[in-house]
């Protein structure tokens, strides 16, 4: 008896025989891409530009540099006493005569500031055995002291209390000390003399202590407002004021010719006469025309 086939074998068998033809397949369509597609070129695609982010820019405004002040005296002329150890500028309008003179007993100096005729700025001062038969002056000072908070203007044989309300001490740029005095209303005495505590009406003084130089020992500075405010300001004044400063002083005096044909050299036991000198009256007879000497 013939035994007819089991369904399930049959299914199985097709279902085997369908795999294998789709991996067949599968393999062939593999086998044709490789052959007739080009291979994938990655240096085909574009290289990305990297992205840059500009870092800004900070302007930078400079510190402006103060332009220095203009010195205003840059051009003045200079005027140094290497004898009394000082130096100063002064306008060149002016024109500046000194002198050192021989009183009857001791020495002065004087310097001027001119301009023509009129008299602007005096700088004066005397020695400390100073005497001379005139009346005295603002600039007949040895300088200043101070005491207990109080200004003292010396002079011939006097220390004369300066008004509070009046004076100021001040320092220049060249760290010079001064005290600068407020003319007031006080009038010369019937003698015609002033004091060097007080300047005179309209006028402005200074006081200053000047260096050890063997024979001054201060100096007073005069200057006539009222005359000189057309030539020389006050503010040119003040510059004058600080331009001055300290040399070394050499002690060396410039002499002056007797202004007569004789001096009176009889001993006196008060009384130092500085015309006496023996080097003085030789210098004199060398280089002062008609001096003839000295009277005893």
């Known amino acids: 008896?013939?035994?007819?086939?089991?369904?399930?074998?049959?299914?199985?068998?097709?279902?085997?025989?369908?795999?294998?033809?789709?991996?067949?397949?599968?393999?062939?369509?593999?086998?044709?891409?490789?052959?007739?597609?080009?291979?994938?070129?990655?240096?085909?695609?574009?290289?990305?530009?990297?992205?840059?982010?500009?870092?800004?820019?900070?302007?930078?405004?400079?510190?402006?540099?103060?332009?220095?002040?203009?010195?205003?005296?840059?051009?003045?002329?200079t005027y140094t006493n290497s004898s009394l150890g000082f130096q100063i500028k002064y306008p060149n309008i002016l024109k500046l005569s000194e002198t050192d003179s021989p009183g009857e007993t001791g020495y002065s100096y004087d310097i001027h500031l001119t301009e023509g005729q009129n008299t602007l700025l005096?700088?004066?001062?005397?020695?400390?055995?100073?005497?001379?038969?005139?009346?005295?002056?603002?600039?007949?000072?040895?300088?200043?002291?101070?005491?207990?908070?109080?200004?003292y203007c010396k002079s011939i044989n006097a220390e004369n209390l300066i008004n509070k309300s009046k004076v100021t001490k001040i320092t220049n740029p060249n760290g010079v000390e001064m005290l600068v005095i407020i003319g007031g209303n006080t009038e010369p005495n019937p003698a015609g003399e002033t004091s060097c505590a007080e300047p005179g009406t309209g006028n402005i003084g200074v006081l200053i202590n000047l260096k050890e130089n063997g024979r001054y020992s201060g100096m007073g500075i005069l200057y006539r407002k009222e005359g000189a405010s057309n030539t020389l300001t006050e503010k040119d004044f003040n510059q004058i004021l600080s331009t001055f400063k300290?040399?070394?002083?050499?002690?060396?005096?410039?002499?002056?010719?007797?202004?007569?044909?004789?001096?009176?050299?009889?001993?006196?036991?008060?009384?130092?006469?500085?015309?006496?000198?023996?080097?003085?009256?030789?210098?004199?007879?060398?280089?002062?025309?008609?001096?003839?000497?000295?009277?005893?």
């Open 246 to 296: 300290f040399t070394e002083p050499t002690a060396t005096i410039k002499r002056v010719c007797p202004t007569t044909e004789w001096v009176d050299c009889m001993p006196s036991p008060d009384m130092i006469k500085p015309l006496c000198d023996t080097a003085f009256l030789t210098w004199a007879k060398a280089n002062c025309p008609g001096f003839k000497g000295a009277a005893l």
């Open 1 to 77: 008896m013939e035994i007819p086939p089991h369904p399930k074998s049959s299914g199985i068998l097709k279902t085997f025989f369908i795999v294998i033809a789709l991996i067949l397949f599968g393999i062939l369509i593999g086998v044709l891409a490789a052959r007739f597609l080009p291979m994938y070129d990655n240096s085909a695609l574009p290289t990305p530009t990297p992205s840059i982010t500009p870092i800004p820019t900070v302007e930078i405004t400079p510190l402006l540099t103060p332009t220095p002040s203009m010195d205003e005296t840059v051009n003045w002329k």
């Open 122 to 151: 005096n700088f004066g001062g005397i020695s400390k055995n100073y005497s001379e038969g005139r009346g005295g002056v603002f600039t007949d000072t040895q300088g200043y002291i101070e005491n207990k908070g109080n200004y």
